[in-house]
């Protein structure tokens, strides 16, 4: 039933976005001109901690531009409509999924961008793309809950940031280390540390998925 | 007036907590050593304020829960209350914690795993004071401040778990730096420090109590006039 619920509201997102093209082809600019302005600033990076920490920080403000229009765009009518149709856990996870979706098209784009201006320091790279896409999940599914928090609110893009980068450090620390292990290529992969990555994407979504209700009725 | 004494005695026991760790803290022998000297008396005011914000902290994580599951405006008042004395109790913790790093470390801040902790925490409990700030209709703000309550509350105790395996610290206690217990080897200091993390608790406590019948008399005669 919850998955039969989340399926359609996916291809429902997906649908939407298909219809509005702009709002994607914005966020993908975004990221392609912010790498560009830090090629302007920086041109060549060849020391790794500041690559990687001027890489993360585009993706998290990419990704905080990128989710916050999930619930704050949403209707007050089409959030009632839905209301009537579906459960709210259907709603919460299948935002998580679909954003988690176009989180990782944005960092793969960045990805390819920054690389392409700033240099390329990565050594590993399937342990940086497996960073990458936990690093979007986990991502997407905080902002998404912190984008329903904000969204209730009418000052939300201002309070989207503030209320996200307090509870985003423990994560951002993980991804930040794992990412440094794959631009230094490193012999062994840190398993620990994805461990801890995936521990924390689960109690974020198990949290989402635990509070959401009492956060979408009015 | 008797009543009262016994009705109030975990506050007359905290002032007494209190005044005894000001007056032991400062006059009772401390192990003499290198680069600490006096300032190993910190360990009286600065660590008891964590405890004390965590303990109250933990009551406001508790009510917000206590709200979202029983819809009652008492739970959420007690919730923003704890956390507005918890964080006032971190905001101490911080200044004390500065004050001895300046005289043992030589920086007021440096960048460490504690004090990082300690600086999310604060941001934390800010973010959510805007939040209820920006949210007018009495229901709501208490429905929506206590889902961020619990969400910020929970990530921050896996960023205070993770953290430190994460990166070394120069705290004592922490990244091979021995902590007090080290140095206490005849107790003298533990016979001032538990009185002193017990009397820092209640009165931090105290204060929450008094902010939470002030916030509710507010309540009260905003709805009579």
Partial sequence: ?218 | MVFEMIKNWWKIFAALCVLYTVIAGFLFKVPAQPILHETIRNLYFHVPMWFGMMTILFVSLWHSIKYLSNSNIQSDIIASQAAHTGMFMGVLGIITGSIWARYTWGAWWVADTKLNGAAITLLIYMAYFILRGSLDEEQKRARISAVYNIFAYVMLIVFLLILPRLNDSLHPGNGGNPGFSKYDLDSTMRMVFYPAVIGWILLGVWMMTIKIRIEKLKRKTFIND
């Fill in chain 1, 1 to 218: 039933m919850l998955a039969k619920q989340i399926r359609y509201l996916i291809a429902k997102e997906i649908k939407l976005e298909m219809r509005n093209k702009y709002a994607l082809g914005g966020i993908l600019l975004y990221v392609v001109s912010t790498v560009f302005v830090s090629y302007l600033s920086f041109k060549q990076i060849i020391n790794p901690p500041t690559w990687n920490a001027l890489f993360w920080i585009i993706l998290l403000f990419a990704s905080i531009n990128g989710v916050a229009k999930s619930f704050i765009s949403e209707t007050r009518g089409r959030l009632l409509y839905l209301y009537t149709l579906v459960s709210p856990q259907a709603v919460i996870l299948s935002k998580i999924i679909y954003n988690s979706l176009l989180l990782l098209v944005i960092s793969l784009l960045c990805l390819l961008v920054y690389s392409l201006f700033i240099g390329n320091l990565i050594q590993d790279l399937p342990l940086f793309l497996l960073t990458l896409l936990l690093g979007s999940f986990g991502f997407s599914s905080l902002l998404t809950m912190v984008s329903a928090i904000a969204s209730k609110t009418s000052n939300n893009f201002t309070l989207m940031a503030i209320l996200s980068f307090p509870i985003m450090m423990p994560l951002l620390m993980v991804l930040l280390k794992l990412s440094k292990n794959a631009l230094d290529g490193l012999e062994h992969w840190d398993f620990n540390y994805l461990l801890v990555l995936m521990f924390i994407n689960v109690i974020i979504i198990a949290l989402s998925y635990l509070l959401f209700r009492y956060l979408w009725r009015d």
